[in-house]
Nanobody, 136 residues
Framework: QVHVVESGGGSVETGGSLRLSCTASGYSYCNYDMSWYRQAPGKERELVSTIDGDKDGTATSADSVKGRFTISRDNANNTLYLQMDSLEPEDTAMYYC????????????????????????????WGRGTQVTVSS
């Protein structure tokens, strides 16, 4: 089974910083690309930041967090990070990770077709989230 676990949330004052982590675990022969989302009370879940799964790692962020949040990743460990600086009360939300892309790294005796199918089964899986609260 594939699992996604977020961590690093907490309570900070306006202007403070937090670093969120998100790790996907599953088949050892799968690499997982993930994106950060958040959901504030009474609002819809929104995309915060995503990073291109290709080698150049181009990042895309919501306008509301540009210049303040930085996404990065550790491919070897299927871990995604979100460095959040200059936090504002409007950033208060539950932050989630979702697997948006999965592919086999080939380190398996299974055929490509079998291993890729196993990996693709992880696409769309969400973590349970980590709470971020910013006080004014």
């Amino acid at each position: 089974q594939v699992h996604v676990v977020e961590s690093g949330g907490g309570s900070v004052e306006t202007g403070g910083s937090l670093r969120l982590s998100c790790t996907a675990s599953g088949y050892s022969y799968c690499n997982y690309d993930m994106s950060w989302y958040r959901q504030a009370p009474g609002k819809e879940r929104e995309l915060v930041s995503t990073i291109d799964g290709d080698k150049d790692g181009t990042a895309t962020s919501a306008d509301s967090v540009k210049g303040r949040f930085t996404i990065s990743r550790d491919n070897a460990n299927n871990t995604l990070y979100l460095q959040m600086d200059s936090l504002e009360p409007e950033d208060t939300a539950m932050y989630y990770c979702k697997i948006v892309r999965a592919y086999t790294n080939g380190f398996t005796t299974y055929t490509f077709r079998r291993s890729q199918a196993d990996c693709l089964g992880g696409v769309g899986i969400w973590g349970r989230g980590t709470q971020v609260t910013v006080s004014s």
